[in-house]
Structure formats: C-alpha cells, structure tokens
C-alpha cells in the first residue's frame, strides 16, 4: 500500500485522499470501539489501511513529531493476519491464540521497522527488499487461507455471506494488486519507471475506489446501522421466522438460568452453539440482532449474578471474593473484575459493603 512512491504533488488527488483518510479514521474509531468481536477486528483491518493514508492526513495538517513517529512503523505486514482474523470472527472460529499466533510475526516486523529508523538496524537497500518479499509471501498466503474459508463453505451458514465474499474480493484484490506492483517498484525499478506516469493515475483511482467502498462496507456493518436497513431474519440461515428466534432464546436462557452453563470457565461460542444445535454463526447474529449484546458480554453478566447469588449463600460464606468468582466461572481475577464493574459499575469489594457482608480480608 505504498502509494507514497508515486505522489507527485497532485493537488486535487492528495485532497480526495485526505478526506478519505478522515472519513476512514472515523470508521476506524467506530469499529474498534464497538462491544462486537467481529466489528472489533474489521476497525482493526480499517486501521491498518489507515496507516497508508497518514502522508495524506499530515501533509494538511502539518507534519510534525507524530508523523515522524508514526512514519517509523510498518503496518503493511497485518493486511492478510486481520483480514484472516475478522473473517473467523464473523464465522464465530476466532480465539485469542489464534489472534496471537497469526499476528507475531506482523509484531515482529513491525518492530524490526522501528529499531532500523531509530537506531540504524539493518540499514541498508537489502531490507526494503527482504521485507517486501515477506510482506508479498503473506499476503499470498492469507489469500489462500481466507479463501479456503469461502471454499470450505463454512460461511454458507450466513445467509449474507455473499456480502463477505464481495468485500474479500474488492478489497483484497486491490491489496494483490498494489503489493504487486509494489514489488515490481522495488525489484524492477526500471521497468515500473517506464510504466509512469500514466499507472499513477490508475493507482490513485483504485486506491480512491477500494477506500471508499472499504468506509461504506466499514458503516454497515455496525449493528445500530444495519437495524436501519436489514431486517433482522436476513442474517440467519433460512432467513429464520420469528417464533424459531422466540424458540432459540428461551433455550438459550434454560442453559444459562436451569443449567448454570455460564459457570463453566471453558465454555466458549462454539460450545454454547453445541448445547443449542445450531453453528456459531446463528448464535452471534442472534445475539447482536435480537438482544444487542456480544457473546462475551451475555456470559459475563450471569457470571456476575451467579456471583452476587453466591455472595448471599450461606453454603459459600467460607469463600472470599476470588473463590466466588471461581465458582460463578471467571477464570482470572482481572477478568472478573474488570466484567463486575462493567456490569454493576461498582468494585466487587464496594459492592460486598453495601450488601453488609463484612470484609474477609480479601484485596480485589
């Protein structure tokens, strides 16, 4: 995505781009600040494109200490693991060690990038070029990846899944497209020379192109969004009826309030999707389209009153504030924390005063 090879001072493009860098920044926020894993990891995507229009964004604002600190990172490196990343999250197959395994070696180069502008690294022309190469390897290998989901049909359990496929071919064709000819830049200079000027304008639109659909893909995604103008049976298989919806929540909630599934610190959406007979997929559409809530955010809130359940039992007053988290199914004690605060506002400590219940000498 390095279009910044190709600048050469064209005031019209550079303005097109910089209002694009903005509307994508606001996507960007919109998505990452969202409760929904998926949406989470797609401003994720969004904010790594967004690292190619930062030459845009400061050449109108004013270049300055964060540019430079900025320019010092490479970012193009977690184009295919995010992409790869969102895609199972919409499918409901992601996890945090997948997360970490498919990102480290982004980590690592990205580091790799900032010890050779800070410190002098690696200096040299072989690093641009072994990089590259990298960056090339990967994005043709996240392609088959992320195309092996399409073609597994693992993601014909969502009824919209054309709409995926749409955004996987659009927008990753576009990034076959750049780092392609990136590479010739870098390898062939001569022949990517002869090519100019007439590519650049080519370059600029499909960059213009792949942005703004990346910014109108980005928006609707956004559950309040869609609620404006998809109806809520289009994102289930089958195009589910609303008694059927009605059905799958009041299972839903047996296995939580009757079964006390919620209390088991390894159950995770592919088992809860187990327990109801139906794939991850419909549970996580259900859950954003029907109750506008996350996976994690349902568990966490009967973990909480399984906790405050417990906190009240005279067969659990031998334990302390941890121990009834144990029990109620969090599996650290930051994670409780963290989720009793988010749901009750308050500490766990704070809210065992105000029930009366004296301290044990239990630190949260």
Same mark, same amino acid.
């Given at each position: 995505?390095?279009?910044?090879?190709?600048?050469?001072?064209?005031?019209?493009?550079?303005?097109?781009?910089?209002?694009?860098?903005?509307?994508?920044?606001?996507?960007?926020?919109?998505?990452?600040?969202?409760?929904?894993?998926?949406?989470?990891?797609?401003?994720?995507?969004?904010?790594?494109?967004?690292?190619?229009?930062?030459?845009?964004?400061?050449?109108?604002?004013?270049?300055?200490?964060?540019?430079?600190?900025?320019?010092?990172?490479?970012?193009?490196?977690?184009?295919?693991?995010?992409?790869?990343?969102?895609?199972?999250?919409?499918?409901?197959?992601?996890?945090?060690?997948?997360?970490?395994?498919?990102?480290?070696?982004?980590?690592?180069? %990205? =580091? /790799?990038?900032? *010890?050779?502008? &800070?410190?002098?690294?690696?200096? $040299?022309?072989?690093? !641009?070029?072994? #990089?590259?190469?990298?960056?090339?390897?990967?994005?043709?290998?996240?392609?088959?990846?992320?195309?092996?989901?399409?073609?597994?049909?693992?993601?014909?359990?969502?009824?919209?899944?054309?709409?995926?496929?749409?955004?996987?071919?659009?927008?990753?064709?576009?990034?076959?497209?750049?780092?392609?000819?990136?590479?010739?830049?870098?390898?062939?200079?001569?022949?990517?020379?002869?090519?100019?000027?007439?590519?650049?304008?080519?370059? %600029? =639109? /499909?960059?213009? *192109?792949?942005? &703004?659909?990346?910014?109108?893909? $980005?928006?609707?995604? !956004?559950?309040? #969004?869609?609620?404006?103008?998809?109806?809520?049976?289009?994102?289930?298989?089958?195009?589910?009826?609303?008694?059927?919806?009605?059905?799958?929540?009041?299972?839903?909630?047996?296995?939580?309030?009757?079964?006390?599934?919620?209390?088991?610190?390894?159950?995770?959406?592919?088992?809860?999707?187990?327990?109801?007979?139906?794939?991850?997929?419909?549970?996580?559409?259900?859950?954003?389209?029907?109750?506008?809530?996350?996976?994690?955010?349902? =568990?966490?809130?009967?973990?909480?009153?399984?906790?405050?359940?417990?906190?009240?039992?005279?067969?659990?007053?031998?334990?302390?504030?941890?121990?009834?988290?144990?029990?109620?199914?969090?599996?650290?004690?930051?994670?409780?924390?963290?989720?009793?605060?988010?749901?009750?506002?308050?500490?766990?400590?704070?809210?065992?005063?105000?029930?009366?219940?004296?301290?044990?000498?239990?630190?949260?």
């Amino acid at each position: 995505m390095r279009l910044l090879f190709m600048m050469n001072g064209n005031g019209l493009s550079e303005g097109a781009a910089f209002v694009v860098a903005v509307q994508t920044a606001v996507v960007c926020l919109l998505n990452v600040f969202n409760a929904n894993r998926s949406n989470r990891y797609l401003g994720a995507l969004v904010l790594v494109f967004l690292g190619s229009t930062k030459y845009y964004l400061f050449s109108y604002l004013g270049y300055g200490a964060v540019y430079r600190i900025l320019e010092s990172f490479s970012t193009a490196q977690f184009y295919g693991p995010v992409f790869y990343l969102f895609l199972l999250s919409v499918i409901g197959e992601d996890n945090r060690r997948k997360a970490i395994a498919h990102l480290v070696l982004p980590v690592g180069l %990205m =580091l /790799l990038s900032f *010890l050779r502008t &800070c410190w002098g690294v690696w200096a $040299g022309d072989s690093f !641009l070029k072994v #990089v590259t190469a990298v960056e090339y390897g990967m994005i043709l290998f996240y392609f088959w990846l992320c195309l092996r989901l399409f073609r597994d049909g693992r993601f014909r359990q969502v009824k919209v899944w054309q709409r995926y496929r749409l955004f996987f071919d659009i927008v990753y064709g576009y990034l076959l497209y750049n780092f392609t000819d990136l590479l010739i830049m870098i390898f062939w200079p001569a022949f990517w020379q002869s090519l100019m000027p007439g590519f650049f304008y080519l370059d %600029m =639109l /499909l960059y213009l *192109l792949c942005f &703004c659909f990346l910014i109108l893909f $980005g928006l609707t995604e !956004l559950n309040w #969004v869609r609620k404006l103008v998809v109806p809520a049976s289009v994102h289930f298989s089958g195009g589910a009826s609303l008694p059927a919806l009605e059905e799958l929540g009041r299972r839903l909630d047996r296995l939580f309030e009757e079964d006390g599934l919620h209390t088991d610190p390894e159950l995770s959406l592919g088992g809860l999707a187990g327990r109801l007979g139906v794939s991850p997929v419909v549970v996580s559409e259900y859950l954003k389209s029907q109750r506008n809530i996350s996976f994690y955010e349902l =568990l966490n809130h009967h973990r909480v009153q399984e906790f405050k359940r417990k906190l009240t039992d005279p067969d659990y007053q031998h334990l302390n504030l941890l121990g009834l988290a144990y029990e109620a199914g969090f599996g650290s004690k930051a994670t409780f924390n963290r989720a009793f605060k988010k749901v009750e506002g308050i500490t766990p400590g704070e809210f065992r005063k105000k029930m009366g219940r004296g301290g044990d000498g239990e630190r949260e």
